[in-house]
């Protein structure tokens, strides 16, 4: 391999991972409080269509970004609604906000274009690549790294943020403690239940932020399925990540270099099938969680927060 | 401070009407729900109420049966995918990879009804041997692809919900694969599907519409999941895992027998959705089979609350939706993706409805806070 070649394929391992990054590490933050959402497909798919929409009729993509922001946090407020105070069982929840989510932004999807018609095959403004001066002339690392879009960028700073909320601060230390062992968290006069609500619509926030670089810059406009699983991939990813952010970038630059690959290999008109090539990242999904699986030796590290997907309910202490 | 709280006390002995009662008004909150959610972007809830009515259900009351047996035709996927799931959900084993299951049967009844003719002229063509043959390949096709994620989940752990799920993906590209390139038909075109079944391996139709035998094939298997769950050692052992795990454990049940068994069912049934659509409705492996079926029976399961009888009733009531979709795309111009809005909408009223069966909710009067803490 080339260092061209490397340089291409971390761009957009980088480019494709970062709706990922977004979506799973706002997962990590949700369940290491206690709650598991698997409506994270849904809420994607519902920001990146929301923030489509928002784009073509606006022209503002910072609007957008807070409009698929806000969708994928309301999102989560319902299973946070459905999971902590109507103490219903979280994943079927999870499962029913992806079902609604991906039949609503199918609707959505059909409606919200130019006199209530359809979104699908429109263009609008995009998040265009940015040369960040200085650095993106550095070999290799400036052209993965440096010559992208603004959300990519954004990364940069959020993802060390989150690790030092979470590892650093009183508030991060609660925030594990929340999915361990809530009664503990309870028992310092610490609101376990309006955290909980807090850190669920904070992962759909992010989902949504996440869905809306899809629509946005990485695949620009809408189409019907336009996440096509990612959402999913990222829950995997936070089994992979073992909950820690820092991983999880690791876990979403994989899953991005595959795409990479997966283009370079189309790009250079290979004879294997579309069908056959797009198995790869689902297939991936697989073998990273078998590598990872309670047999295997890194288990040690596996650590699921003791509470995940426990209702907390403080009268039925046992 | 609000003056009321609301405090939840649990049901120890839930009487037994409420098993029905909640999810019957769950639904009609679900309605009422979308009714407004549909006002919200500016369409009239009422004439698409009618008009899904109208396409579900049209005409039944002046003796016209066509409109049912389009709804009948839809649901039947969705009873035996349903039972599928409801098979796995028993044991709170979470199986969402019926779609994939679905259409790995239909790839696999139809490898049968394409080619084995052709190897294996001595067989004779007829619709019951066939109907067997391709029945067993479905069952197999569809439990074998269940294994995996069994067997992931029973010898390491791995989390069966991501397993299944991205089974699914892998199994619709395979299966895209199959009608768009291997097993296109020469004959057709560059039309995306396979070649036409040969006649006898079709299922037979009723009464003049496209109703077949896989409505019966699904009300034998609720027969069959009935019986399962409520005659069988097999059925009280996944109960209990189900409700209580760590009982299970000490009573000696074994875990890695059950998932695998439970895996085996779910797939099968799965499996013999994906027969169904392609013996009875499409006869060739075409675009259509992956009609999200396999999700659309995790409503149908949980809104049934796992009971196979309830199973086929919400399975003709979310296929009436479905029918009703179609019915406003034409006559009102929506999108028929309304019928997935209304399904999921549904599923989070019942689930969260479900509280009033497992507490009794109670608002009572706060008393006023004393003025000053006592020191």
Request: no cysteine; net charge neutral.
């Amino acid at each position: 391999m080339d260092l061209a070649l490397i340089t291409s394929v971390l761009a957009i391992a980088v480019f494709a991972g970062t709706s990922l990054i977004y979506a799973t590490i706002g997962e990590i933050i949700t369940e290491r409080a206690g709650i598991l959402n698997l409506g994270v497909e849904g809420m994607m798919i519902m920001g990146a269509v929301s923030a489509f929409a928002t784009a073509f009729h606006t022209e503002s993509l910072w609007l957008a970004l807070l409009v698929a922001s806000a969708v994928g946090g309301l999102m989560a407020l319902v299973h946070a609604f459905v999971t902590i105070t109507l103490r219903a069982d979280q994943i079927v929840s999870g499962l029913a906000l992806t079902l609604a989510g991906v039949g609503l932004a199918s609707f959505l999807g059909e409606r919200l274009g130019p006199d209530s018609g359809p979104l699908v095959g429109l263009r609008g403004p995009r998040f265009l690549e940015v040369d960040l001066p200085g650095l993106a002339n550095l070999p290799v690392v400036g052209e993965a790294l440096f010559q992208q879009d603004p959300i990519v960028y954004s990364m940069y700073a959020f993802v060390p943020l989150v690790w030092f909320w979470m590892y650093r601060t009183r508030p991060g230390q609660q925030l594990r403690a929340m999915g361990e062992s809530p009664q503990t968290v309870d028992a310092m006069g610490i609101p376990v239940l309006r955290w909980r609500y807090i850190y669920t619509v904070v992962g759909g926030v992010l989902a949504g932020f996440g869905g809306a670089h899809l629509s946005l810059a990485y695949t620009p406009g809408w189409s019907e399925n336009l996440t096509g699983g990612r959402g999913w991939i990222a829950i995997a990813l936070v089994i992979f990540a073992t909950w820690r952010p820092g991983r999880a970038v690791l876990g979403a630059l994989l899953f991005g270099g595959v795409n990479a690959v997966q283009f370079r290999l189309q790009a250079a008109g290979t004879s294997i099938s579309a069908n056959l090539l797009n198995m790869a990242p689902y297939l991936l999904t697989i073998v990273v969680l078998v590598l990872i699986s309670g047999a295997s030796p890194l288990r040690h590290r596996l650590g699921a927060p003791a509470a995940l997907a426990v209702p907390y309910a403080r009268e039925e202490r046992t | 401070m609000i003056p009321w709280t609301i405090k939840f006390e649990r049901r120890l002995d839930p009487p037994r009407y409420l098993g029905w009662l909640v999810p019957v008004l769950s639904v009609a909150a679900a309605l009422v729900a979308t009714a407004v959610l549909l006002a919200v972007f500016g369409v009239n809830p009422f004439e698409t109420y009618r008009a899904m009515w109208d396409g579900a259900f049209g005409g039944l009351f002046g003796g016209d049966v066509y409109s049912l047996s389009e709804t009948l035709v839809r649901a039947t996927p969705l009873i035996l995918a349903g039972l599928a799931v409801a098979v796995s959900f028993k044991m709170k084993f979470w199986n969402i990879g019926a779609e994939g299951q679905l259409v790995m049967g239909g790839i696999a009844a139809s490898g049968v009804a394409l080619f084995l003719p052709g190897a294996v002229p001595g067989i004779p063509q007829n619709a019951v041997v066939y109907g067997l043959l391709m029945g067993g390949a479905a069952i197999l096709a569809g439990a074998a692809w269940a294994l995996v994620p069994a067997l992931l989940r029973a010898y390491l752990n791995v989390n069966e919900i991501i397993t299944t799920l991205m089974l699914n993906y892998v199994a619709i590209l395979w299966y895209s694969h199959l009608f768009t390139s291997v097993w296109n038909d020469p004959q057709g075109f560059g039309f995306p599907g396979s070649a036409l079944f040969e006649r006898f391996t079709w299922f037979p139709r009723f009464f003049d519409t496209r109703l077949h035998f896989g409505l019966v094939l699904g009300l034998i298997a609720a027969v069959f999941v009935w019986v399962l769950f409520d005659r069988t050692r097999f059925g009280y052992e996944i109960r209990l895992i189900g409700d209580n795990p760590e009982a299970a454990r000490f009573a000696g049940v074994s875990m890695f027998r059950n998932i695998v068994l439970v895996m085996l069912v779910s797939g099968g049934l799965a499996g013999l959705a994906g027969l169904s659509e392609v013996a009875g409705v499409s006869h060739r492996l075409q675009q259509g089979l992956a009609a999200d079926n396999g999700f659309t029976a995790i409503i149908v399961a949980w809104i049934a609350k796992l009971r196979p009888w309830a199973v086929v009733l919400v399975a003709i009531l979310l296929a009436a939706v479905f029918v009703g979709g179609d019915q406003i795309q034409i006559s009102m111009g929506l999108p028929a993706s309304v019928a997935q809005v209304v399904q999921g909408v549904m599923l989070f009223f019942v689930l969260g409805g479900d509280i009033f069966s497992r507490y009794r909710v109670r608002i009572t009067r706060t008393a006023p806070a004393p003025a000053t803490e006592a020191v």
